[in-house]
């Protein structure tokens, strides 16, 4: 059984064969995404209030296997002047790389720091050129896939709790609010090491902030 086949199957197994049987699909794709979020959130306690850079980093591996799968890589070949010559994608050459093709994809794309992909807009424009896009898209990717991670990790936290309807909030309660959330997010900052997360500076600033406001 060939690659295309295997897809080709994989995508039969998905795809709905009525409304019926695309509404028992929808609803285990749900409950598995409240699967993966519960096991974020269990891993990271201040998830999905913030994203830290650590599990922002192993989320983004995670979805750039996944993306890899879905996209493949690019082959081409060092033509005359530094051209990059096309030679086709991993996925329908079934991985075998042409000869003396190199081999583009998201893992060689942000193997490169930001500066140095920043430089490669002067040291090797045609390069930068396949590069951007492929870092441009699976950003795109990698943006969208968390925010559903988030969307789902508070319908859980949401769960069974009723909202109740009140009136337009002044801007005192909204900036009693605005605290609220942040006495939280410099504790768990702090807890995650960062250096510029202070739980004394901040009630500092916070104090002096409401003197100052509350000041006729």
Sequence with gaps: MNAKTKTAMA????????????????????????S????????????????????????????MLRATE???DQFYKLGDGGTYIPMGNSI???????????????SYCFAMSQQEFGQLKNKDPQLHGIVKPMRDKFSKYAHNNIAALKLAARSLL??????????????????TDMFATFDKRVLNAEAR??????????????DAFWSAYNKK
Excluded: C, H, Q
């Design 11 to 34: 995508v039969d197994a998905i795809m709905p064969t009525s409304v019926k049987d695309a509404a028992y699909k929808f609803a285990r794709a749900g409950e598995t995404s409240a």
């Design 36 to 63: 993966i979020a519960r096991y974020i959130m269990d891993n990271d306690a201040s998830f999905p209030d913030e994203v830290s850079k650590e599990l922002k980093a192993d989320l983004n591996a995670g979805f």
């Design 70 to 72: 879905l996209w493949g």
């Design 92 to 106: 329908e050459l079934k991985n075998v790389a042409p000869e003396k093709s190199i081999r583009i994809g998201l």
């Design 158 to 175: 949401n769960d069974g709790k009723t909202k109740a309807r009140t009136g337009n909030k002044n801007f005192v309660d909204a900036l």
């Design 193 to 206: 090491l960062d250096s510029t997360a202070s739980p004394i500076n901040y009630r500092m600033a916070k």
